[in-house]
């Protein structure tokens, strides 16, 4: 076991004996939501996972270890503390050797899971290609980090602050399936409409799971993008939401904010704007995300013991 890995013991004992593992990114405790509903999601969300079969993994850097598995005491440090480092994989060895504390974005927690032998990862959604992308040249990592990385993602598709054609262009550049649950549309983020076609549907969790095994068994390397539509009930107006989204970005432009400290500003300024209504899709739109995460990790893990 890698020495800079510091597991659970209920996390460990599942590894043991086989049983079905959801890595949890620690971003959205730190940067994405205000306390007390930043824990307070964490930890519904890690009782949704326990509650459809599979153990969960919250993924967050400190004491010179990265955590697979947090307590509940931890979740609550990460949701209060104010000097946590939103760590992306460049940053993994900064916070580490500095003995820094930690919140894992997409390709951190991903690359984490990794290490510690977890094939299936939840979030809200990923980043992807920045709008004005051929100026600033503003791509996530954590699209290099699913192109090499064999961590399946289950996410309510990309982030709405960003150019999702692009992203999906960029997604199959890289090779990496994209597969959106129950429908031909991909969605985006705070709504389950985007634009977009789907490159790929299935139905069923079983059938993903097959997906992700058979990509897997043949040795082809990285990511499967799985993107899980926001509840129809709980989802925000599409072209609604695109003008906040646009008033966020010249918002951050006005203020010259860059990297990694964009996506946290918009993310509230939308919050603030729509008086908490995006807050409450994004938190349901994780806990749906949880939900079908935990099912899909038992059936690949149902898979892989049959076989």
């Not at 890690?46 to 993994?57: H, M, T």
Request: charged share 20%; aromatic share 8%.
């Amino acid at each position: 076991m890698n020495a800079y890995l510091e597991i659970h013991p209920e996390v460990k004992q599942a590894w043991i004996e086989g049983k079905p593992v959801v890595a949890l990114e620690s971003t959205i405790i730190s940067h994405g939501m205000p306390y007390p509903k930043n824990v307070e999601t964490a930890m519904g969300v890690e009782n949704i996972v326990k509650n459809n079969g599979a153990i969960p993994a919250t993924i967050a850097i400190f004491n010179g270890k990265c955590y697979v598995g947090l307590t509940t005491e931890q979740l609550e440090y990460f949701a209060l503390a104010k000097d946590v480092w939103k760590v992306s994989l460049r940053d993994i060895p900064y916070v580490i050797s500095q003995n820094l504390y930690g919140a894992t974005t997409v390709a951190a927690t991903m690359r984490i899971a990794s290490m510690a032998g977890i094939r299936i990862f939840v979030t809200g959604g990923i980043g992807g290609v920045h709008r004005d992308a051929n100026n600033t040249m503003d791509i996530s990592t954590d699209l290099t980090e699913m192109a090499q990385t064999s961590v399946a993602v289950i996410s309510a598709g990309v982030k709405s602050i960003l150019d999702i054609g692009l992203t999906l262009e960029h997604l199959e550049t890289k090779g990496i399936p994209v597969v959106t649950i129950g429908q031909n549309e991909f969605p985006s983020f705070y709504s389950s409409k985007s634009g977009f076609y789907s490159p790929l549907r299935l139905d069923s969790v079983q059938e993903i799971a097959e997906l992700i095994n058979a990509k897997w068994n043949m040795g082809l390397e990285g990511s499967v993008l799985i993107a899980n539509p926001v509840p129809p009930n709980e989802e925000f107006d599409s072209k609604e939401m695109e003008a906040y989204v646009k008033n966020a970005l010249n918002a951050a432009a006005k203020n010259k904010l860059s990297g990694k400290d964009i996506t946290p500003f918009l993310l509230k300024y939308i919050a603030e704007h729509t008086k908490g209504e995006s807050l409450e899709a994004n938190i349901a739109l994780i806990k749906n995300n949880a939900k079908a995460g935990a099912e899909i990790a038992v059936a690949y893990s149902n898979l892989r013991s049959n076989r």
